[in-house]
């Protein structure tokens, strides 16, 4: 929850518009500043106090106990121009607040944490935990002095400028070490802990195992990233509780998939009960990597028989591969999510021109791994390899990357050992669509008339299909200098099913500079105006040109009938 909190009629005003905004995120505090402040620090997550900043520091000072508990705290002037992240700029999330804030109220977020003013991912940001001399580190990271990575797991870090000595380290481990000076310790989600028990088992006693199974064999609890165990136990209170209190998922695998896996200690007991020789071991090696702990048992004080046993496994460092689609050009069409894959990404993989289009929005460091028109299958192979290392990658492609471009190459080459996410982009026919109009109002197709992989056979088949389901159509690929009859036999054979005065849309460099667009008809269209930076939109039967713009109706019955939503 984010307490609000303002002192004058004007911060008034200002916090009812954020309250209105995030109805449901927000609370009003009431009654003199001072204990509004005070209740709201004690209460929520997050504060934007509409006060002075002078004022706000005077009355949080002595509340204030630990930068990763604290709340976020951000001051908002009298006049509404800036939203200043005041405290708890990381672990408070005030640096994204003030950001927020300023989108809702057009105030201008002051953002002071040096990492985020110089463009460095936090120490603190990393989304793993860390121990050590956080702000030493961060410091000498800023300063440019060497700082080493001693990565004793593979993980997919964003870049980081990093060399391989240095007076400072960051030590990325799941070992039980504590963090030398000027050093920082990042522990890595790698740990795994299979989970056997009998029903009943206390919440205590799984525990009170997982705890010291990995204590003794020199393992971080933070490192921790799940539990598994077999179907038939999902539900056993006393493992779903562990699980909880630990912070991490419950896995289950059916016994019937556990009974295939070789593992060191299988027993008869849970093959009576469950129906698998092993557990604790099988369920944890399912999740990949190198068995550390073989299964143990709990000791109770009692000395009657344990009633759960464990098995500790290091899963190998997942790559992330994320496909992130660019959009048509306008760097306002670039999504949020894109942007932020790309500044995640330690590793970019893409056609050049590509690159140059976000070059500026890259993390100093990040290594780019650019190439030429026609190199798709080694760019593809390229980002499945860095991801396979563990690194965190981005291969980009313009639009949506999956349309016509490189997620498909890319994903027929990876295997389950890495993370994929794809960022989805405005692809060209949306963003001529938008220029030409409404074009796309009812069912469409997209056709590329490339037919440098796939037969000209095949492309007419679909064309014509097409045509007799009087689909709206958009060529991508339409043509370029050594193709140039492909689009006007495509577009005869549309016309076999349309008249000559179907409206046309020619779009060229979409939201680029030179961006231009022609509405023109089946019967005018002069392919020598078309060449690779287009894409074509042919209307169906019953697409209009109104007031100059290229509208295809929702169905024929709508203007009566009114049906659907919009
Ligand atoms: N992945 C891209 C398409 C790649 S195929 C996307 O989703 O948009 C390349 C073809 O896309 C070009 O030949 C052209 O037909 C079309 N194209 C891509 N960007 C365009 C733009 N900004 N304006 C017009 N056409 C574009």
């Known amino acids: 929850m984010i307490g609000l909190i303002s002192a004058t009629a004007a911060g008034a005003a200002a916090r009812d518009r954020l309250a209105a905004a995030w109805p449901d995120r927000t609370r009003v505090y009431e009654g003199p500043v001072g204990d509004a402040v005070r209740r709201a620090f004690a209460e929520c997550e997050q504060l934007v106090c509409f006060l002075a900043t002078g004022a706000v520091v005077r009355i949080v000072a002595p509340l204030l106990a630990d930068k990763a508990s604290d709340p976020g705290v951000v001051c908002v002037d009298e006049g509404g121009r800036f939203a200043v992240s005041l405290a708890g700029g990381h672990g408070g999330g005030a640096n994204e607040l003030a950001r927020e804030v300023g989108e809702v109220l057009g105030a201008e977020p002051v953002v002071t944490t040096a990492t985020d003013a110089v463009d460095l991912p936090g ?89 010291t199974a990995l204590r003794e064999a020199g393992l971080s609890a933070r490192s921790l990233a799940e539990l598994t165990t077999v179907d038939a136990k999902a539900g056993e209170p006393g493992i779903v509780e562990a699980a909880r209190r630990l912070g991490v998922p419950l896995v289950t695998y059916p016994a019937r998939e556990l009974s295939g896996v070789e593992v060191p200690n299988p027993s008869d007991a849970p093959l009576a009960a469950v129906g698998t020789p092993s557990v604790a071991e099988a369920s944890a090696l399912l999740r990949g990597g190198e068995l550390l702990v073989p299964k143990r048992k709990s000791e109770r004080a009692d000395g009657t028989p344990a009633m759960a046993t464990c098995a500790v496994v290091r899963r190998p460092g997942r790559g992330r591969l994320a496909v992130v689609g660019l959009g048509p050009g306008a760097r306002d069409l670039l999504t949020p999510r894109a942007k932020a894959e790309l500044r995640r990404a330690a590793v970019l993989v893409g056609l050049d021109q590509y690159v140059d289009q976000i070059r500026d929005l890259l993390r100093p460091g990040t290594r780019i791994l650019e190439s030429g028109l026609g190199a798709e299958e080694e760019r593809a192979r390229t980002a499945v390899e860095e991801a396979r290392k563990g690194q965190a990658v981005a291969l980009i492609g313009s639009g949506d990357a999956g349309v016509y471009a490189m997620a498909s190459p890319a994903l027929a080459e990876a295997s389950d050992d890495i993370d994929v996410v794809g960022v989805p982009g405005v692809t060209a026919a949306l963003a001529a669509a938008a220029i030409l109009g409404a074009p796309l109002g009812h069912d469409h197709v997209s056709i590329s008339l490339s037919d440098l992989h796939t037969p000209w056979e095949v492309i007419e088949r679909r064309v014509r299909a097409a045509a007799e389901a009087d689909l709206v159509v958009t060529f991508y690929n339409p043509r370029s200098r050594g193709r140039d009859w492909q689009l006007p036999k495509a577009l005869a054979i549309l016309a076999e099913h349309r008249k000559p005065q179907t409206p046309v849309g020619v779009v060229r460099n979409a939201s680029r500079p030179d961006e231009s667009s022609r509405l023109t008809t089946l019967g005018a269209l002069d392919p020598a105006t078309v060449d690779m930076m287009t894409v074509v939109t042919v209307g169906n039967t019953a697409t209009r040109e109104i007031a100059g713009r290229m509208v295809t109706p929702r169905g024929y019955r709508w203007q009566t009938a009114q049906e659907g939503a919009e």
């Open 123 to 211: 120490l603190d940001t990393l989304g793993l935990p860390v121990e050590g001399d956080v702000a030493g580190v961060s410091r000498a990271l800023l300063d440019g002095e060497a700082v080493a990575l001693r990565a004793e797991v593979a993980w997919p870090l964003p870049p980081l400028p990093v060399t391989a000595e240095g007076a400072y380290t960051i030590r990325l481990t799941d070992r039980l070490v504590e963090a030398a000076e000027r050093e920082v310790v990042l522990r890595p989600p790698s740990l795994v802990v299979g989970v056997g028990a009998s029903s009943g088992v206390p919440a205590e006693e799984v525990l009170g195992l997982v705890e």
